[in-house]
């Protein structure tokens, strides 16, 4: 890994105080939210797909309720927030709000 990368998962674990973005129990993983997938990095590029922005920390219980690789629109619009001219913190907030309201959804087809 890259002293870059280390220090982007740092700065991830600090800005959630470790926590699992989900449950709020500490986090053990980062989670893609575009999927690192060969058909994820496909549609969504490698520069999305690997950008900081795209990882969130989980337990290893919802590190797969997170990725939102399936959901293209939602993936898209992922890409088009990191790609835009916002601030990194208003990107985020962005970010979070699609991917919760994802992650609502995948909870209701589950039916849980
Ligand atoms: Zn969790």
Redesign the pocket.
């Given at each position: 890994m890259k002293q870059t990368e280390i220090d982007n998962l740092e700065e991830m674990y600090n800005h959630y105080h470790g926590l699992?973005?989900?449950?709020?129990?500490k986090?053990t993983e980062r989670a893609h939210i575009l999927g690192q997938g060969k058909t994820s990095r496909k549609m969504y590029g490698d520069s999305n797909v690997d950008n900081p922005l795209s990882w969130l920390p989980?337990?290893q219980?919802?590190n797969a309720l997170v990725d939102i690789s399936q959901n293209i629109i939602a993936g898209r619009s992922i890409c088009k927030i990191i790609e835009s001219i916002f601030i990194d913190s208003e990107k985020r907030r962005l970010i979070e709000n699609i991917v919760r309201k994802n992650i609502k959804r995948k909870e209701g087809k589950n039916g849980r």
């Open positions: 699992c973005f989900v449950c709020q129990n986090a989980t337990c219980r919802h």
